[in-house]
């Protein structure tokens, strides 16, 4: 079970690292040395802009589905 929690979390910022870490090797590099960091920055901005729209389409839904359920059925239960 912790083993999975660690898990969750290491993928949670392996694409916020990504870009810190290209980020840092393109600051460091001079010229064309910089070309090769430019794969793991498209990379790093793609997977956190998936996961920004793929959160926004959850939280979206959820809240179409508590309207339509309704204020009065969310106090019953």
Avoid: C, Y
Avoid at 4 to 31: N, Y
């Amino acid at each position: 079970m912790r083993q999975r929690f660690w898990l969750k979390g290491l993928l949670a910022l392996s694409a916020p690292l990504l870009l810190a870490m290209a980020l840092v090797v393109a600051v460091h590099r001079q010229g064309h040395d910089r070309l090769p960091v430019l794969p793991a920055l498209v990379i790093g901005v793609g997977l956190l802009a998936t996961s920004v729209n793929n959160r926004r389409r959850r939280r979206r839904r959820l809240l179409e589905a508590l309207r339509q359920v309704g204020p009065s059925a969310r106090l019953e239960e």
